[in-house]
């Protein structure tokens, strides 16, 4: 029986240059879960899809999470222009991603999406999956300095930003905001952030935060 590649080509034409280009994601069809971290990320065999969340236009660097890819204006693709595609170097994407390969291109996305000021809420994703790459490469120092990045943005869009329309509700991200501190061996901030989720009404309807809340809490405490 013929193997099926876990990965798969994808063309995508950038909305920057309007070139065509292939990337690659892996088939979810061939994802097997192996654990899963207090900070969200996730472990599989093989292939770790997060690997392949940024689109890369190999033509002008244009660099984005796939779920914001194509959400450019006019003004935008002008600053691209101006900024990165004026000193690309053409390089391609495609195919298997290496660790490093998949740090340079969220880095890239970090960097455009600086670049047209996206919200902290969304910079902080991006530096987050930074941060797991880090760790999957066991680069402790690297996913340190990327975590305190996620830190200080996470907590800007909390008190800042309007949350409704995020891929994540007020409660998780409060979650987080505490599990990131207590890994940065920040104890007290770690179980303040705790508290105020417990503290919150909705904890009722969300048991398995509630769960990581309480596991987490424990641990901060007895750090």
């Known amino acids: 029986m013929e193997k099926v590649e876990e990965l798969y080509d994808k063309k995508v034409q950038c909305p920057v240059c309007n070139q065509e280009f292939i990337t ?25 899809p997060i690997k392949y969340n940024v689109f890369v236009c190999q033509h002008c660097g244009y660099a984005s999470m796939e779920d914001k890819f194509h959400n450019i204006n006019s003004k935008e693709k002008k600053i691209i222009l101006d ?8 390089r391609s994407f495609s195919g298997r991603r290496s660790i490093e390969k998949s740090i ?15 919200e902290k809420y969304n910079l902080a994703n991006i530096c987050l999956r930074t941060a797991w790459l880090y760790r999957i490469k066991k680069d402790s120092n690297e996913e340190k300095r990327f975590l305190h990045f996620t830190l200080d943005l996470y907590r800007e869009a909390y008190y800042n930003e309007y949350l409704a329309d995020s ?27 705790f508290n105020n989720v417990l503290r919150n009404p909705e904890i009722k309807d969300n048991r398995v935060i509630e769960r990581m809340t309480r596991e987490q809490w424990q641990l901060a405490k007895e750090s």
């Open 83 to 90: 900024k990165v595609s004026s000193k690309w170097n053409k």
């Open 24 to 48: 690659n994601k892996v088939r979810t069809s061939k994802l097997r879960l192996i654990k899963r971290d207090s900070d969200f990320l996730t472990y599989y065999e093989g292939e770790n």
């Open 104 to 118: 340079e291109a969220y880095k890239l996305s970090l960097y455009c999406g600086q670049l047209l000021n996206f």
């Open 167 to 193: 891929t994540m509700d007020e409660l998780t991200l409060t979650y987080l905001i505490g599990e990131i501190s207590r890994r940065l061996g920040k104890k007290e901030e770690a179980l303040n952030w």
